[in-house]
């Protein structure tokens, strides 16, 4: 899997219209957030620590879900993208009661709409979460939110993430 660094560069391609994340001379990575999802469009505005900290956090998270390393990378590097959008309207009539947890950044949640889904929390309010989808959802208007988008919900709408734990994370 590919380590943060400090050579790593956000920019904004006016050509793509994708904000995205210059990694190396042969690599980049095109996130799904458009001009029109942006608060800013950085030019050169090198990974920070905090950032590089919050990868390994949020890698860390999304290990308790049995995916590839790609998936994972990708999850990783699109939740970076977080505080380059701009802010959302909760959604939150989109999805059945919860039980109004207290999730922190980077931690799993379950969201539940006509299905369930997993969603990262991103940021988190008093009220409120800014959360990133890890698949599709229906939510209960039969609408279909796509993985990668970021949605804000009340906190009543999320619940905590219950897995079986495998023997191999508890030792």
């Given at each position: 899997?590919?380590?943060?660094?400090e050579h790593w560069n956000?920019?904004?391609?006016?050509?793509?219209?994708?904000?995205?994340?210059?990694?190396?001379?042969?690599?980049?990575?095109?996130?799904?957030?458009?001009?029109?999802?942006?608060?800013?469009?950085?030019?050169?505005?090198?990974?920070?620590?905090?950032?590089?900290?919050?990868?390994?956090?949020?890698?860390?998270?999304?290990?308790?879900?049995?995916?590839?390393?790609?998936?994972?990378?990708?999850l990783c590097l699109t939740?970076?993208?977080?505080?380059?959008?701009?802010?959302?309207?909760?959604?939150?009539?989109?999805?059945?009661?919860?039980?109004?947890?207290?999730?922190?950044?980077?931690?799993?949640?379950?969201?539940?709409?006509?299905?369930?889904?997993?969603?990262?929390?991103?940021?988190?309010?008093?009220?409120?979460?800014?959360?990133?989808?890890?698949?599709?959802?229906?939510?209960?208007?039969?609408?279909?939110?796509?993985?990668?988008?970021?949605?804000?919900?009340?906190?009543?709408?999320?619940?905590?993430?219950?897995?079986?734990?495998?023997?191999?994370?508890?030792?």
């Amino acid at each position: 899997m590919l380590r943060p660094s400090e050579h790593w560069n956000w920019i904004y391609c006016s050509t793509k219209d994708r904000l995205l994340l210059d990694i190396s001379d042969e690599a980049q990575f095109c996130s799904p957030f458009t001009s029109s999802q942006l608060a800013c469009k950085p030019t050169q505005q090198p990974l920070s620590m905090a950032e590089a900290q919050a990868f390994w956090q949020i890698d860390d998270s999304l290990q308790q879900l049995e995916m590839p390393a790609a998936v994972r990378l990708e999850l990783c590097l699109t939740a970076l993208c977080a505080p380059y959008l701009q802010q959302q309207a909760h959604k939150s009539w989109y999805f059945q009661q919860g039980a109004d947890c207290s999730a922190k950044p980077f931690e799993l949640v379950m969201l539940r709409g006509l299905s369930g889904q997993y969603a990262l929390v991103l940021s988190s309010e008093t009220d409120c979460v800014t959360c990133l989808l890890l698949g599709d959802i229906s939510t209960l208007s039969g609408k279909q939110l796509k993985r990668l988008q970021v949605i804000r919900v009340l906190r009543n709408r999320i619940s905590p993430l219950k897995l079986d734990i495998p023997f191999r994370h508890t030792a």
